[in-house]
């Protein structure tokens, strides 16, 4: 749809916001003493999770959820059924709140 140039510089834009996103969450964590870390990675998001789980040696993944399940989620192409078939690790699926945006929530 865009040119090659501005696809870049939108991916660009969006890795960045996403990188303020998670430092804001890390921080509040900190806070409470709770070690954690993040990394902006791009590709299919089945993968990159089940690739980083398994690099860092994960117990457990945790993921929001909108609650989609049947062919909802199916048409949704949603993240959890995917996830099953790429894990051998634990996940656990916490539902968003209503009205939540995942990545502008707080």
């Known amino acids: 749809m865009y040119l090659p140039g501005t696809t870049e ?30 990394e902006v990675a791009t590709g299919d998001p089945a993968d990159m999770i089940a690739l980083a789980a398994s690099s860092c040696g994960a117990d457990v993944v945790v993921l929001t959820t909108h609650g989609k399940a049947g062919t909802q989620a199916f048409w949704s192409r949603s993240l959890p059924p995917k996830l099953l078939r790429r894990m051998n690790t634990a996940f656990l699926l916490v539902p968003t709140e209503a009205g939540d945006a995942v990545a502008g929530s707080q």
């Open 9 to 38: 510089q939108i991916l660009r834009l969006e890795e960045q916001q996403a990188e303020i996103y998670l430092a804001g969450h890390l921080a509040r964590l900190r806070e409470r003493g709770i070690t954690a870390s993040a």
